[in-house]
């Protein structure tokens, strides 16, 4: 720098004078011409100035106006500015105050505006300019320069080694460009290159650079290059090096690598002049690079994956999108090439595999075949590979296709000529290839073509020593369609035409491989590779979008899309569907509507995804309440029928699972195969049949189908014949049948274990139902042949099998008609005869035939002692016939025809239907019409048939070695009870099977004794049923009825169908008598009081039922009740009885079990529907009038008395229906009552044995009747006596204690009595009694009883065990005959509860008449002792027993009153009775529970325990008399002939209902 320095007067004025005067030296300094020095001077002034600034002497804000103003005298002042700074800027940065450096900075800072920044880059220090904020960083602005630097100054533009031997390089490059089409070898092309090398002294390495360089231009001569390579080079690794520089040239970015080098390296590689790994270190990037970008890859398609399936908003939707655009931009730099790849590409051209496999084994699993070219090369390799094997085996008939050239590359795989060498390469390169063979669905189409020519050759060829590789290559093949072919599918744009194709490789492996090969499709193959990942997501989306927009109204267009996604993807497609459908069940239809537009694999592989969906383990097949099957089951059971009945979808698998649940013991999963065969088959199951509905079913096939079921499901022949050629070809049939009849007890004592009740009974039904559905469809589909040779005889189905008998007889049913029908046309056709009876000869020896060999096989199902009674015969006949042998339903037939012809004739008057149309529809009911008819005359003669061989057989059917009651049990519990709940039709069947026994006048069979059975002991049997058990039980007991309430409502029907029938003898002496005699037949009369009984045993164990509170016993019950309702009841007392239990469970289950309410109130509004059709009991059966002790009363009253009393008593046992008081039972000693039930069977007791509720009106009577009632009382009843006194006030109470009752009845104010052990015990014995009553007494009428009484004494024994039915007629006489002594002495030996017991006459005749002579004194008793009696009627048992010992002694000083009275009326009664002129009237049917013996102890008891209700209740007995009876006074006087003999009994009954109360 110069010497030149400022003064410091300047310094100190620079604003004055100072800069004044520097501006004008700088000006002098720029306008000298001295040759440099000028630069030099303003250099040292403006040195100064800025010195002087860094220093602090001067503000940098003037120093920098000041320089700016310099600017303008030359053009190179910032230059020579910028020098000055670049000195300061060492000299600063040297310094280690920091104050001037900061006062540098910020002149140079200053003076931006006028010195361009490229000067100041050039001059000033990288951390000044970064300090300036003229670059960002100093480290990278270094780097940058010396690479610039390193560029500009170090690299070599050229390779300049040509230039030192020009003349010999050229005449090397033409040598090897020379045309080699001629004789030139590479021998003596490489003599010319050894001649040059030492000619111009070229260097051997840039010689072999040029070599490869000229092959590289001319790739296609790749023999003549290789050789010369090969002969010319010394050292391999060199080679690679020179290769290696090569490739390295080009990575660099944005630069590319030319395919031929890819190309020579590959020669060089496949002809082993280089080795791989010495190559492969050259290329790049690095392995470790392309894991990081797989793994990236991977992680990108998920998170895109996760987009799709998540719901994101608007916002974040922006921002979303403005990351993308980054990250496009990012990949718009391209990255350099992946030499590896393109080396990879080359190898497969030319056919180097191992090389290729080389490089594929160090990336990951499909990385290379991921990019299309690489994919492409590789496929075309298979194809080359392949080509000779699909000529011969794989190309379809008339298809020509490409011929293909065979690789020059000796080196390359060698062509397939067998499936065996497909094993050596092919399979290999496929699996390379994986998803990615979707680039080429060619060659997808020629693998897929090999495989099915290959599983034929599988399937035909036998041969053992061909058997290992077979199996073998079968696996191959298998691994092929997983790896491969499915996941290609996925990445396949909508390809139909190749989902055919692969399903004809499919359909011939057998289901078990393709669902395996489908479930890791679905599970497994979508998450291993990135692009399968983002089509998994894709196709949820659209599934979603479909499924959001698929109604009813857009099947098809829907369809149409569903079809196009599912093509490619069904799995991901049906996994989402199905879940909507667990979901929504009312998408079943339109989803099911809109699968027409599947291929056949897509079928498949939805059959695939319901199981997979039925059998997930993660979701519970029961509802949270643990009594319900969960309604996703319910919605899959429901799409499978419509799915596989719709569409030809493989059923085998469906079934194969429902048949493993059944092994594993689960149930649940039946509901399936109902609802596949209910709508594949139209067979359906429902015990919520109309009665034409049932009557339909008895008849053909054809009108089964027409009005059996519930909706006419046609069109199922094609569904069926599928349904049935799975079962058979997959030998599903019969084990199917035997796992569901052997898993019905399973669901009770394996499954049933930890379930609810309510859930193990619908199991067990959905079990047994599916059962029937599914034997009755094999029955109607399976040939003769398949039906027999698949099901084994009953011995082994019951023995080996264990499977129930019920069941096992309901398979070999069939079996046997068909059997019998083969038989009978085969006799037939041996001898020609038309006769009807030579038919029906035929048809008995072809029944013989056939079933001999079963009645030996049943022998071994029951211990020996069993067919002492019922015959093999029997047993096999009952279980083999069905209603279709019985009878013909004409009705339904003539409906269906009916129908049918209305249907034609509204096809007629259609207009619209064009004439084609109706024509057909014409023709096809006409046909349908013409089948019903001959289905008809079919049914009729085999009807005929059969009726003649069961009159043939019936002699030898029972042969009651032991008593009728054995023989009778037998058949119930063996035949009866387990067929009537199997389904409704055999509940019809066993109630017309009885009544067809008895119409055919079978020996030994009793008919009464049966129905008695039946009718008198139903609690036990309705407890134990299920729901749909009690349907059919009920139904069953509604047939029953049917038949006896036909006998009991007319007489001339009675004598016609039951008079002169073994069935209705009331004596049997021997087996085989016929019982001529009319006097040993029950006459009509005491036929009605049996019906009434029957009724009555009902109506108790009706209540019984609906007493418990338990939940089974009232379902079934209220089930049973509503199928009975058309025949029960019929009797006023006994529906008013049922209908106040059932209010009382409508009020009870009303919040607590809801199922049951609905029930309750369902029965009860039906029942009063009824109400009108019910009848009074004296309407319903002949009831006589008991005689009455000779009280003024009884004389007032006359005839009106009886009815009083009946009144009376019949009050008071509705009471004990309908207020629940407790009640002493007095034929059952002082016991108390379990429950209400008993106490209702135990009260209820007549003299004549009815023991019924007997029909009167209640309380609730209107007032105009009980006014005129009142009238004819006052009219007919003399003052003086007793009751004319308390008449008007008892009339007067009436009315008020009426409204008082009703007002309790409605708030359902019922005591229940409790229940001692002792009541227990008379229970359980009560209940054996009932058992052993019905068989062991056939009714004998008291005209016969003299007759018979020698007999009697010869047999005591047996007839001590075959008492009588009658009801018992007490004796009034104390001297009582020898005769009635033993007679009574027999009868006593029966059961307490049996109809025929005997009481004991002196001690039972004693309590009516006392009864009755205090009820009438207390008729007097004043108004307030009645209130105070009806107060106590609430107290505790403690307080009336005080009261019983008060009464005890007034009571006995009454007794004797009636005594004269008695003993006349029973003289009398006794007179008649021995001379026969009443038996008929007295032998009326006995209420049960009622009639055992008592004693005078007994007796005593019970009187003191009645005496302190006994005023109110005679009030009450008048009152109720005066409201309820319905009788006429004409009436009344007819009858009192009558009232003699019926007085005791009358008393009895009247004291009991007295005591009933208390």
Known sequence: MATLILPGEWIKNWEKSGKHEFVQLCKELTEKTDHGNETKDIQAALYEVCSQVVQGNLKIDLVSAVLGEMMELRDDLPSILADVFCILDLETGALEEKNKRDHYTHLVGACLSFVPEAILKERLDPETLESLGLIKQAHQFNQKIVKIKTKLFYKQQKFNLLREENEGYAKLITELGQDLSGNITSNLVLESIKSLIGCFNLDPNRVLDIILEVYESRSEQDEFFLSLIKSYMCEPITLCHILGFKFKFYQEPNEETPKSLYHIAAALLNYKLIELEDLYVHLMPVDATIVEEHKREISEAKQIARKLVTVVLPSEKSEDKEKEKEKEEEKNEKPPDNQKLGLLEALLRIGDWHHAQSIMDQMPSFYATSHKAIALALCQLVHLTVEPLYRRAGVPKGAKGCALQPLKNKRAPQPTESFEDLRKDTFSMLCYLGPHLSHDPILFAKIVRLGKSFMKEYQTDGRPEVKDKMEILLSCFLSIADQVLLPSLSLMECNACMSEELWGLFKLFPYQHRYRL????????????????????????????????????NIKQSGRQ????????????????????????NLIVPVVDSLKYLTSLNYDVLAYCIIEALANPEKEKMKHDDTTLSLWLQSLASLCGAVFRKYPIELAGLLQYVTNQLKAGKSFDLLILKEVVQKMAGIEITDEMTSEQLEAMTGGE?????????????????????????????????????????????????????????????????????????????ASNLSTEDYIKRVPSIDILCNQFHTPHDAAFFLSRPMYAHQILSKYEELKKAEKGNRQQQKVTKYVAACEQVMTPVHEAVMSLHPARVWDDLRPQFYATFWSLTMYDLAVPHAAYEREVNKLKAQIKAIEENSEIPLN??????????????????????????????????KLEKDSWLLTKSTKNETITKFLQLCLFPRCIFSSIDAVYCARFVELVHQQKTPNFCTLLCYDRVFSAIIYTVASCTENESHRYGRFLCCMLETVTRWHSNRAVYEK??????????????????????????????????VHKWHYMLTKASVHCLETGDYTHIRNILIVLTKILPCYPKVLNLGQALECRVHKICLEEKDKRPDLYALAMGYSGRLKSQKVHMVPENEFHHKDQPARSATPASQQNGPGSTGKLTANTSKTEEGGFEDGDRVKDKSQGTTKPVNKANSTAAKVTTSNG???????????????????????????????????????????QRDERAGKEERLLREGKEKTPKADREKVKLDEKSGKDDKAKAGNGEPVEPARDAVKESKNKEKGDRNAATATLKSPNP??????????????????????????????????????TTKQQINFNSVARSKSREREVEKKDTESVQGRSKEKKEEKERKERKRDHGVNDREASQESKRRKDENGTNSSKNSQSASPSCDSPLTPEKEKTKRSKSSSKEKAESVKAERTSSGGKKESRHEKSEKKEKRDSAGGKEEKKHHKSSDKHR
């Open 1371 to 1408: 004796r009034s006489d104390s001297a009582e005959s020898e005769r009635d002594h033993k007679r009574r002495k027999l009868d006593s030996h029966s059961s307490p509860s049996h109809s025929s017991s005997v009481k004991d006459s002196s001690n039972e005749l004693k309590d009516p």
């Open 702 to 778: 054809q009108l089964k189908a027409e009005g059996g079921y519930f909706g006419q499901i046609r069109n199922t022949k094609k569904s069926s014949q599928r349904l049935k050629d799975a079962l058979l070809d997959h030998e599903l049939a019969l084990p199917l049948c035997l796992l569901m009849a052997q898993q019905r007890n399973g669901v009770v004592f394996l499954e049933g274990g930890e379930k609810h009740l309510k859930l193990v009974g619908h199991l067990y039904d959905q079990c047994h139902d599916t059962l029937v559905q599914f034997g009755g469809f094999l």
């Open 562 to 585: 569903i079809g196009k996604l599912s093509h490619s993807n069904p799995t991901i497609l049906f996994d989402y569907m199905l879940s909507q459908i667990q979901w929504y069940d």
């Open 518 to 553: 489908y479930g890791q499709w679905k599970n497994e193959t979508y998450s291993g590779h990135p692009l399968l990942v983002k089509v998994k997501a894709q196709t949820v989306e659209r599934a979603r979008y479909i499924m959001k927009r698929l109604t009813k109204e």
């Open 1057 to 1090: 169908e039951c008079v002169n029938y073994p069935g209705f003898l009331t004596i049997f002496r021997a087996a085989g008598f016929d019982g001529g005699n009319k006097a040993d037949q029950l006459d009509y009369e005491n036929f009605r009081h049996v």
């Open 917 to 950: 149309k109706k024509k057909k529809e014409k023709e096809r009911c006409t046909a349908l019409q013409e089948k019903l008819q001959e289905e008809e005359k079919k049914q009729m003669e085999h009807v005929q048939r059969v009726l003649h061989r069961l």
């Open 1250 to 1292: 009815n023991g019924a509720l007997n029909s009167t009106k209640a309380v609730k009577d209107d007032k105009e009747k009980s006014g005129k009632e009142k009238k004819e009382k006052k009219e007919k009843t003399p003052g003086s006596t007793p009751e004319t006194k308390t008449e008007n006030r008892r009339e007067k």
